[in-house]
């Protein structure tokens, strides 16, 4: 007879679906550094805004994650949610940097409390179901969750904002502060699974255990490098594509239909990453999925010189985002697989730590290169780019998991 617990357990994985989905509702997203520019920022203050994140992220990630393994994943997770909802709040009356600034950091701590926490939450939902070698397609399902509504938000976003006008931006920053309590609402309903706890590596520190994982493993530090810089590459693009392509002559309803359909394509890519290179090992898909960031962003710096089509660009954009997406619950079933279960959110936050470390130079160039040119930021991306994937590829020997 199945027990209560266990049927409680079997709905997680459900419950956190739904409730990242309407995390990432976001419809603010498809026209947010239009947003910024309306309320008065410069482009050069959004990037400084992303600078925020990552100063406030590298003081709250390790904190957040510490307290997902010894406080529990499921009540972590409340604080991210609470966390959330108050910044999309601020958004109402904020009209100057600093007032944006406070918003992005209850923004960065929200993802603080929720990164490795929601994967380590699934992850132990599963091994303690016994279920353990299902973690990769839960993974990738709940990977596609953050774009199930984002299929239709962007197209609605536009539409409601298609002449970027105050009363418009309202509209758009209330539906988001309705996704937002709907977030908090499902994550309440979640069960707490088991994660083992050895009382000795307890005593020890967990921080300082997954700090020397990453010391002692020249696997996992190349793991890390190779995940971080290139979603870094594709966060700078990302930080400012919408004035781009309205800049050179995108209709913003057009980049709302353009953004919906890549989302669509993104969600049924996750949703289906088993089957993306499923006869290679993990560490090649990633290698493959690199090129493909390579490939996508050199066919943009050409399209740019040669032929500046904003449709035939926003195709190479949406294969760098493509490439970048597909990524992610691949890293997320390798991260997990090589962390041991007591301290496996502190380990994958750790990771999100050393990201934003790498943010703060990065995306400080990202802000003045992109004052100078637009195309700029391609060009650094590019190199960046390029480096990682053929200088600090995955080598799959070297990731060789066990059951944990």
């Not at 939450?121 to 016994?130: F, V």
């Not at 697989?337 to 703060?360: C, G, P």
């Not at 190199?383 to 070297?398: E, G, Q, R, Y």
Request: net charge positive; charged share 15%.
């Amino acid at each position: 007879m199945v027990s209560e617990r266990v049927k409680r357990l079997r709905k997680n994985p459900t419950i956190l679906f739904w409730a990242k989905a309407l995390l990432n509702v976001k419809m603010m997203n498809i026209v947010v550094t239009l947003f910024y520019l309306h309320r008065g920022l410069t482009l050069s203050q959004v990037f400084f805004l992303s600078i925020v994140w990552s100063v406030v992220n590298i003081i709250v990630e390790i904190p957040s994650s510490y307290l997902a393994d010894k406080w529990g994943r499921k009540k972590t997770l409340m604080l991210g949610s609470i966390a959330f909802v108050l910044q999309v709040i601020l958004l109402f009356f904020a009209n100057n940097f600093w007032v944006f600034a406070l918003s992005i950091a209850l923004l960065a701590c929200s993802y603080a409390c929720f990164s490795g926490t929601d994967d380590a939450l699934i992850y132990d939902t599963k091994k303690e179901l016994k279920e353990e070698d299902k973690s990769l397609k839960a993974l990738g399902t709940y990977y596609s969750a953050q774009r199930i509504f984002k299929i239709i938000t962007p197209v609605i976003g536009v539409f409601i904002a298609k002449d970027l006008i105050a009363s418009q931006f309202i509209i758009i920053i209330a539906v988001d502060l309705l996704a937002a309590l709907g977030t908090l609402f499902l994550i309440t309903r979640l069960e707490e699974p088991h994660h083992a706890m050895d009382v000795a590596k307890q005593e020890a520190g967990v921080i300082l255990d997954a700090f020397t994982l990453i010391k002692n493993n020249k696997g996992l530090l190349r793991l890390i490098i190779n995940r971080t810089v290139l979603f870094i590459c594709s966060f700078i693009l990302w930080r400012y594509f919408q004035k781009l392509f309205v800049d050179i002559g995108m209709t913003v309803i057009a980049l709302g239909i353009g953004w919906s359909l890549f989302q669509l394509a993104a969600y049924i890519g996750t949703r289906h990453i088993t089957h993306i290179f499923k006869k290679l090992p993990i560490p090649s898909r990633i290698n493959m999925l690199n090129v493909g960031m390579v490939f996508s962003i050199a066919a943009f710096v050409a399209t740019w010189f040669i032929w500046r089509n904003p449709y035939l660009l926003f195709v190479w954009y949406s294969g760098i985002a493509f490439c970048e997406v597909l990524r992610w619950p691949l890293f997320s079933e390798i991260s997990n697989k090589i962390s041991s279960s007591y301290n496996r959110a502190t380990t994958l936050s750790l990771m999100n730590f050393i990201k934003s470390i790498l943010d703060l130079p990065l995306l400080f160039i990202g802000a003045i290169l992109v004052s100078g040119n637009l195309i700029f930021p391609y060009i650094f991306a590019g190199i960046l780019a390029c480096i990682v994937t053929f200088a600090i590829k995955l080598k799959p020997h070297m990731y060789k998991t066990k059951s944990i």
